[in-house]
């Protein structure tokens, strides 16, 4: 039992590029989120999806688009990155959402933009 | 939209001493509120969490407490021990299942020997 899986763990890319941090989940948890923290921040929410093929806008989704085709992945997309994208990012997942559910987060994504 | 305000951002405690992290909600629906811890280069893990038909919630050296009223719920660690020091956020929910899950700014929490 893996938990949540996210690749790749570091990635640097060029103003303008574009990527997908993959996020999989092997608990078949209905709900899944993506968050990002800036360097001594809080976690700020990208998207959620409460189930396959149904996904929302979090507090902060601007320059960023998800997809949710099975129960187990989630992946997103960082589209034209901007060093404002620079961030650690984390993949979770919870069997109850919001209503009680504790969140099983991945080991994140380091990503940098320069 | 929620918005969850987290205090101090830093704090330094003495060893044995108690440490206590505020946080403040917005939203009058919210009615979950759980409480994360994140060691350094790690992943926040869920460590206590509270719903608002109740006052207070103890686990061992943890308790949390919230007052709906004012909106606003507390974190208390007591006796704290160097294996306390990390970074803890808060975080507020409606509490349905489709609920946005929104932190803290995250609290930074020292134990001086």
């Known amino acids: 039992n893996a938990g949540v899986t996210q690749t790749p763990k570091f990635r640097i890319l060029k103003i303008g590029q574009s990527m997908t941090l993959q996020c999989a989940q092997d608990m078949n948890h209905n709900y899944m989120y993506w968050y990002r923290q800036d360097p001594g921040m809080g976690l700020k929410l990208i998207y959620y999806?409460?189930?396959?093929?149904?996904?929302d806008k979090g507090e902060v989704p601007n320059g960023y688009n998800v997809s949710r085709s099975t129960t187990e992945d989630f992946p997103l997309r960082l589209e034209l990155a901007a060093p404002s994208q620079t961030s650690v990012y984390f993949c979770a997942s919870s069997p109850n959402g919001g209503s009680s559910g504790e969140l099983f987060f991945g080991e994140g994504s380091r990503l940098t933009v320069l | 939209g929620e918005n969850v305000e987290q205090h101090p951002s830093t704090l330094s405690v003495q060893e044995g001493d108690s440490a206590v992290i505020k946080c403040t909600y917005s939203d009058s629906a919210s009615n979950y509120f759980p409480w994360y811890k994140q060691e350094l280069g790690k992943r926040p893990q869920l460590i206590i969490d509270?719903?608002?038909?109740?006052g207070e919630k103890k686990d061992q050296r943890i308790a949390v407490t919230l007052n709906k009223t004012a909106k606003h719920f507390s974190l208390h660690i007591t006796e704290t021990q160097p294996e306390d020091s990390a970074v803890y956020f808060c975080a507020a929910s409606r509490g349905s299942s489709a609920s946005k899950i929104i932190f803290g700014s995250g609290t930074r929490l020292s134990i001086r020997p």
């Open positions: 999806s409460v189930g396959a093929g149904i996904t």
């Open positions: 509270i719903r608002s038909n109740v």
